[in-house]
């Protein structure tokens, strides 16, 4: 029989989505005192000391992937922060279902932290044992925080989904977000020739200084077809995407920020002989890879801004507006 230990159960600091709105998720975010998150048997507690933000936690404040009945919920993919014995640990926020063997990714009842576990916005949050990676001591408690889910993706991405080689050139659209950054950054210590897309001028020149190879103005003609596009934007930079590529080329598609409805593009597909690649996020191997290549390339992830979790609304405030530049941690 599965049973759950017994806590003594004290409340937690957490960021919570308690109503939705589609127009205004922020007047769902509530940040207060909750009930500590139940531990079922196998699973563990992290004492959380970093988490990131990601755009999934606002999709769950719009209603994408959560029912109102559902609510209230704990936000949060990402964490690093100490197990019960006091050793640093990473999250990985794919939760598998039991039983399940193989790529997390393709278990059709997979779910994210905060989707149906209360999530990482909080001090302290459950999960599987096997979902803990070690966290290196050259990674800090807020840079390892921001890996899990944005950086994991992008490292799925370029290393696994996309078949291009090193020295591939990669055009990344938009150059400001957690998984653009992470794909500017990996990509450039991988040696690809990494190009962006952003819609300011103050935006491309810092993906430049990133290690962008070039950056263009958002639906700009290119000076040459590129091998691959990472895509998360969705309907703004679509058609821009399938016309970047070289005949052959290849879209790797992860989310669809700014909507998911483009235009298909039907014609260009088939005629150029046209890959289109779904990924998402990325298996518990990947991210211990990824904490290694980050380990050993002294590659570190672009931190916008770390805040109290108190403070969590302001963090929400500048992506909803899109101010940010790379990731915000919240301190816990
Ligand atoms: N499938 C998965 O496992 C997975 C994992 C992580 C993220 N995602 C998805 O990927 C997307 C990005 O996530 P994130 O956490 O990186 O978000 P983020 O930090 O908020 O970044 C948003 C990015 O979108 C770009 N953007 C937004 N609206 C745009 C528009 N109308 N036109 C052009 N560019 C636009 C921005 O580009 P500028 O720099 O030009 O402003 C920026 O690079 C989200 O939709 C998220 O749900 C999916």
């Not at 230990?5 to 589609?22: F, K």
């Not at 992008?154 to 996309?162: G, I, P």
């Not at 700009?220 to 016309?243: F, N, Y």
């Amino acid at each position: 029989m599965t049973v759950a230990r017994v806590r003594e159960a004290r409340p937690v600091l957490a960021a919570s989505a308690t109503s939705i709105d589609a127009d205004d998720p922020l007047a769902g975010l509530t940040v207060g005192e909750v009930p500590e998150p139940d531990v079922p048997a196998g699973w563990a507690v992290v004492d959380v000391k970093a988490a990131a933000l990601n755009h999934h936690d606002l999709w769950t404040l719009k209603g994408t992937g959560i029912r109102e009945d559902q609510l209230p919920m704990i936000l949060g993919c990402d964490a690093a922060g100490l197990d019960e014995d006091g050793n640093p640990v990473i999250v990985h926020s794919v939760i598998a279902s039991d039983g399940w063997v193989g790529d997390e990714t393709l278990d059709p009842r997979r779910s994210l932290l905060s989707e149906v576990h209360p999530g990482t916005l909080a001090q302290r949050v459950a999960v599987p044992r096997r979902n803990l990676v070690p966290k290196p001591d050259a990674l800090s408690f807020e840079e390892a925080a921001c890996l899990p889910t944005a950086w994991l993706t992008a490292y799925r991405m370029l290393f696994v989904r996309s078949g291009c080689a090193p020295g591939s050139t990669i055009l990344v659209q938009g150059a400001s977000g957690g998984v653009a950054t992470a794909l500017v950054q990996l990509g450039s210590a991988a040696g690809y020739r990494m190009w962006v897309t952003g819609r300011t001028e103050a935006k491309r020149a810092r993906a430049l200084e990133l290690g962008a190879d070039a950056a263009f103005e958002s639906g700009a003609r290119l000076p040459e077809r590129v091998d691959a596009v990472m895509e998360t934007v969705g309907q703004a930079t679509w058609s821009h995407s399938v016309k970047a590529l070289v005949p052959g080329g290849t879209i790797v598609v992860s989310g669809a920020t700014s909507g998911p409805s483009p235009s298909a593009e039907l014609t260009r597909t088939f005629f150029l002989q046209l890959r289109v690649i779904g990924s998402t996020m990325g298996t518990r191997d990947e991210l211990e890879r990824l904490v290694r290549l980050c380990a050993v390339t002294g590659v570190r992830p672009t931190i916008d801004s770390v805040l109290p979790l108190a403070e969590a609304a302001r963090g929400f405030a500048r992506m909803a507006d899109g101010e940010l530049f790379g990731k915000i941690v919240f301190a816990v």
